[in-house]
């Protein structure tokens, strides 16, 4: 993946995000398009060697269009000014943990994953797990790896008090009141140029695995 052109692309887009300036500029997005399926296409295969549970990886669907849906928004500019791609499987796509990661026109890239915006049943069933078996909670933010990469879970949306039926000196109240579950970490890909993203990347996502692991037990239906 040519970072550098990725980023001069996306740049480009920030400042000219209209439909004319895409359609002339369309061949080098084929080209970037093309690299970014590949690179998405390499770090699904490391990952697949250390999480068997992702299931299959379509590098292709795992990608997000750069469209935007305007229909709902009040920004009408056309066009997302980041690539994007999501590991998990499509087919159980908002119900299971996945892998996630973008590069945006500031040349920043955003690695992490876990769940995101869960339906109400799936977030309750997630806190439910976190009351009932605190101890592997626990376990998970004093992995290693994991914290040392992410710091905890994300606090994105967090609820100022506990959600209906969960009394405020419950273990780990501040996580039942988490809104998401998700590790995100960011790094400045423009000032400090990898050699091998896929290998960082796989790196981060190795670092996440406690707590995919986590999630999928805490989502389970027995829980």
């Known amino acids: 993946m040519h970072i550098k052109a990725l980023i001069e692309f996306l740049q480009g887009l920030e400042q000219n995000?209209?439909?004319?300036?895409?359609?002339?500029?369309?061949?080098?997005?084929?080209?970037?398009?093309?690299e970014f399926?590949?690179?998405?296409?390499?770090?699904?295969?490391?990952?697949?060697?250390?999480?068997?549970?992702l299931g299959p990886v379509d590098p292709k669907k795992a990608m997000f269009r750069?469209?935007?849906?305007?229909?709902?928004s009040k920004d009408r500019t056309p066009y997302k000014t980041h690539f994007s791609a999501a590991l998990n499987d499509r087919a159980k796509r908002g119900l299971a943990p996945g892998y996630y990661f973008h590069i945006d026109h500031q040349g920043m890239l955003l690695a992490g994953g876990g769940i995101y915006r869960p339906e109400p049943a799936l977030l309750a069933r997630i806190r439910r797990h976190i009351a009932a078996k605190p101890a592997s909670l626990t376990r998970?933010?004093?992995?290693?790896?994991?914290?040392?990469?992410?710091?905890?879970l994300s606090n994105e949306d967090a609820l100022k008090r506990p959600p209906k039926g969960f009394a405020a000196d419950l273990a780990h109240i501040d996580a039942i009141k988490l809104r998401h579950y998700f590790g995100?970490?960011?790094?400045?890909?423009?000032k400090r140029p990898p050699k091998d993203l896929a290998a960082d990347l796989a790196r981060y996502f190795r670092d996440?695995?406690?707590?995919?692991?986590w999630l999928r037990s805490a989502t389970a239906e027995q829980s």
């Open 17 to 34: 995000n209209n439909r004319p300036w895409f359609a002339w500029n369309k061949p080098a997005y084929d080209v970037l398009r093309d």
């Open 37 to 53: 399926q590949a690179l998405v296409g390499d770090v699904a295969g490391r990952v697949a060697k250390f999480d068997r549970a």
């Open 66 to 72: 750069i469209y935007r849906d305007t229909r709902f």
């Open 140 to 152: 998970l933010l004093r992995e290693p790896r994991f914290a040392k990469t992410y710091g905890g």
């Open 184 to 190: 995100m970490i960011e790094v400045d890909v423009k």
């Open 208 to 213: 996440l695995l406690p707590l995919m692991t």
